[in-house]
């Protein structure tokens, strides 16, 4: 089995009690893999009884009961059951959260999720790009089935997306612009299932010269339309408002004409304050591109979905840090901005709801390129 991963994954380790934001309190739905309930089943203690007393049924899954959080977290922000019983007998998914993974036969890929604040230090601290590895491991073959010709060619033109998300020779701003540019295309081309036109794209995105025409042609396309980049920008956060949130970060995409205002008059400084920086989003978009664009192989018809999320996203996380400015005349710190990406994944990226809000707002809109770009030029 191939095993490709970005090079931070082997720099992570659960911070556990020095964490500030726990996954293990944040309600989530923990499943209960078979044979870790089998293993809790076996045990004839108080921890073994107290364990399956919090277990519960649903649709053939086993989940913990957890209102406020997980019942055997310790006051000092440990696991009870991890240290007594050993990391070997919590569930999988305690046991490799934050890691993600994909399948694709003897393929596999690896990633660390921005939801975790350790995670989220990683990845906005990391100042050269993010590069991938591949390695030779020893596991089963995935037996789901998949196309092969379409996963080779989803592969690289997923390298190319990534190698134009970590373009420094464009502004992130233009690089998004460049990608929007590529979505229609792309689209097509995969629900065609024509994986030589994919090919084709690929070859023509590696084209610096081609890079630059897109520019220049967007720049032109949108000369002139600073009103409608207001109706982007209200556009975007008033879809981000009106999600579900855990906690308060949803009063931070709630804004009116006079934050407006304020956000676009400060955009150029924010620009150039911000510009040393920048590689923090440039990650955040690669790990995007990274986690998302290779599902296409299995959803064809989801392209443009992955594809303008990945832009409105790292949009989103951008008008935050610009909020902030806007509002305070200097950079949200590192702490801050590290802060806003964790909470932003974990309140809307693992949020499968809120996704879906998303990906309804790309479909339905029929101007989502323009709208992307508008707040881009
Ligand atoms: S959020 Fe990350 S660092 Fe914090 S407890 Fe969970 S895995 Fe560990």
Known sequence: MTLRYPDIFNE??????????????MGWDIEIDSGTLDYYRGLDTDLGRRLCESIYEEDGCYYMSQQEGCPFLSAEGLCTVQQT????????????????????????????????????????????????????????????AFDSECLAAVKMLRDRLIDIAQDRGFSLLQRLVILCYAVADIHDAMQDGDCERLKKISGMLAIDGFRMEIVIQAQKDFQGQSESAKESLSWLFSGLAGMEYMGGIKERFVIDDEIIDAMLKAESSFERDYAPFEYELENVLVYFLYRY???????????EDYLFSAVYMTLALRGLFLREYAKNGVLPDKERRIYLVKEFSKEVEYDSDNMDIIYDDISCCGDTRDKLCRLCL
């Not at 995670?119 to 790009?129: A, F, K, Y």
């Open 85 to 144: 019983c050993g990391a070997e007998h919590i569930s999988e998914i305690c046991r490799e959260h934050p890691r993600f993974y994909e399948w694709f036969g003897d393929y596999k890929e690896a990633g660390l999720g921005l939801c975790c604040e350790e995670v989220s230090r990683l990845v906005m601290t990391h100042e050269r790009p993010i590069l991938f590895t591949e390695k030779q491991i020893d596991e089963e073959t995935d037996d789901m």
């Open 12 to 25: 992570f380790t659960c911070i556990g009690s020095d964490c500030k934001d726990n996954c293990c309190k």
């Open 293 to 303: 664009f290779i599902k296409c192989t299995r959803y064809d018809d989801m392209a």
